[in-house]
């Protein structure tokens, strides 16, 4: 059947006029009214023009934001950080959120294109100021990201005020009212020296504040500190035994130790999740150049790198008000790649199969520690380990040289002059990059395709929550589920979607593929894959219908297959119809260029660990 009268939403040919998408943080002012020690800010903290701030914070944001889309650069997220957001006037802050809240909105057709879907304001606070704007945030939706020290002890030593009293009781008392904040939050807390020494109160405290103040504690994740130079200017290494950085083993230690501490209990989901996710490719930590994607702008107009960067000549790329879009992207990705450069690449990392995952690290912290490798390297790869599926691992010497050839080729053009490739190496088609043959104007120019790799045709409902399944191919950030065996899981799938390359609709299926990350090798290219445990279908004519969407109810599929679902194993289930899949392979036989960018399973999925 064609497509003529279907409703089906679909990936569209992205007619759009931008170009580009970045993550925008703003910091509206960098006064804070903490004095924290270990602060990489320095003193940039302590002096602060709120009226001025105050005044010029809704301008200045909309005055950039403004400059960026009519560029063709379209922010896909707009977060407030500081400083400390809350010293502003409740007044700015509602300005503040309203226009962030009418930004999603008035683009969010355009963000959906690219993958996005953000509809409320969010901030970074310190939490002091909570109880005087939690009305306010509650009104706007915003969610919340806190940062308190743990264990509480260190927060009273260190997270002082301006005259340097304790911030801990009104922090505890605000902690109480987040925990019963209706909106998305969650807190972190930095762990440097000192902290490591303490582990049994980090524990203790983790357990207090989870059942006695009631804040759920899976919702919460930690940092590495790190040395700064700015905050041995403010504070002259006073503190810089206690708050030096961990080491490679000692942080290994600590996270092993919350493994044994909290595997198996109420708190694991966090501890596999959350917990330590700033270390994962979730984040900005471990992109190839995070000059590409990542813009701190600040209330002045001055743009920097992210907060880490704030105030370092290094990592500032411009100002909005002076300079040109174009400029301020080309710094942002020229002074990155130098950073890289410069420091060179380690021996280690020149052999590591996790290189094309971590990428070396954050380049702020490689830059002030003048190391060339990520300062959480070790611990990276113990996650890698416990979690296989977080790592772009080469599986071969040959795999490995092609992702060195890659960074080189991205972050350390220098060092190519002395790169030897492999005479074996990959040979791709030096077309395959052209705009026409990437893998999203493919699927534009074919309504069939776009169907197939539509990300709103299906969704997933577990007890209630709905999951929207996007193709494993396209998706822009990776979403692993806890279900549950007494889950109740079934999935909406619209109607149109089964009636998209159907000769007989009476014949079309829903097709079920569920794979596990056992890996089996096999095939002519004897790749190493995940292991398919059951790929089962339903015709059509047998689903149940509810006004426009197809029900199925797949809880007793997944109980029947349940004795396949290993403990601690993950599982990838992917859905589409059979029609839609005989014309994936199809097209790989028609066109090289789609074939080439998708050779794995490009159906809408989800990954999830089954719990028992």
């Known amino acids: 059947m064609e497509m003529q009268g279907s409703t089906i939403p679909v990936i569209e040919k992205i007619e759009s006029p931008f170009h580009k998408t970045i993550h925008l943080l703003y910091v509206p002012t960098l006064y804070c009214n903490l004095g924290c020690s270990y602060c990489y800010l320095g003193s940039q903290t302590d002096t602060g023009h709120l009226p ?55 683009y969010r057709s355009e963000l959906e294109k690219f993958g996005f879907k953000k509809d409320t304001p969010h901030i970074k606070t310190n939490l002091f100021n909570f109880h005087k704007f939690a009305d306010l945030f509650e009104k706007y939706q915003v ?67 989870h059942k006695d103040i009631g804040f759920d504690m899976n919702n919460y994740n930690f940092m590495f500190g790190f040395e700064s130079e700015l905050n041995d200017e403010k504070f002259q290494g006073e503190y810089e035994t206690e708050l030096e950085t961990l080491d490679g083993e000692k942080q290994v230690a600590f996270y092993n130790k919350m493994k044994e501490t909290f595997g198996g209990t109420e708190l694991e989901q966090g501890l596999n999740t959350k917990w330590f996710e700033e270390f994962t490719p979730a984040f ?231 794979l596990r990350d056992t890996k ?11 292991e398919h445990t059951f790929t089962h279908q339903v015709f059509y004519n047998l689903l149940e219908q509810k006004e426009d969407k197809m029900i199925v109810d797949v809880t007793p599929l997944l109980k029947m297959y349940e004795s396949t679902f290993l403990e601690g194993v993950l599982n990838n289930f992917f859905i589409t119809t059979n029609d839609l899949r005989n014309y994936h392979y199809q097209k790989q036989k028609e066109n090289a260029f789609y074939h080439i960018q998708a050779i794995n399973l490009p159906f809408q999925n989800i990954e999830f660990y089954w719990i028992k």
């Open 143 to 209: 969610s919340i990201s806190a940062s308190i020290d743990l264990p509480l002890l260190l927060h009273e030593k260190y997270r002082t005020n301006k005259m340097g009293k304790s911030t801990l009781e009104r922090t505890l008392e605000n902690l109480r009212l987040l925990a019963n904040y209706p909106h998305r939050k969650k807190f972190s807390s930095v762990i440097c020296q000192e902290h490591y020494e303490k582990m049994d109160e980090i524990i203790e405290d983790i357990w207090r504040i």
């Open 52 to 106: 001025k701030e105050n005044k010029q914070a809704l301008d200045t944001l909309e005055y950039a934001v403004n400059k960026f889309t009519k560029a063709g650069v379209l922010p896909f997220n707009v977060s407030l950080h500081g400083g400390e957001v809350t010293v502003l006037k409740e007044e700015t802050l509602a300005q503040l959120f309203q226009f962030i809240l009418d930004y999603y909105n008035n």
């Open 284 to 514: 900005c930590t471990n992109s190839v150049n995070c000059g590409e994607k990542f813009f701190l702008l600040q209330g002045d107009g001055e743009i920097y790198s992210c907060v880490r960067g704030q105030g370092v000549e290094a990592f500032h790329y411009g100002n909005i008000f002076k300079d040109s879009v174009e400029e301020i992207l080309d710094n942002a990705v020229n002074k990155i790649q130098k950073i890289h450069n410069d420091l060179g690449l380690d021996e280690d990392c020149k052999g590591c199969s996790h290189l094309n995952t971590c990428n070396t690290g954050c380049p702020f912290v490689k830059y002030e520690q003048q190391n060339a490798k990520s300062y959480t390297c070790e611990v990276q790869q113990e996650l890698y380990k416990d979690f296989p599926e977080l790592s772009i691992m080469a599986e071969n010497e040959k795999e490995q040289k092609e992702g060195l050839r890659e960074l080189l080729t991205d972050n350390h053009p220098q060092a190519m002059f002395n790169y030897k490739p492999d005479d074996r190496s990959l040979v791709l088609p030096n077309d395959l990059k052209e705009e026409k043959n990437a893998l999203v104007s493919i699927i534009e120019q074919d309504n069939i395709l776009a169907t197939l790799y539509s990300n709103t045709a299906i969704q997933l409902e577990v007890d209630g929550e709905f999951y929207p399944l996007e193709s494993q191919v396209l998706k822009v950030k990776r979403e692993v589920l806890f279900i549950y065996s007494d889950s109740q899981i079934r999935l909406h799938i619209h109607k149109d979607f089964f009636d998209v390359n159907a000769k007989e609709l009476i014949r079309n299926t829903l097709c079920l593929m569920m």
């Open 520 to 530: 089996v090798v096999y095939g002519d290219e004897q790749r190493t894959k995940q």
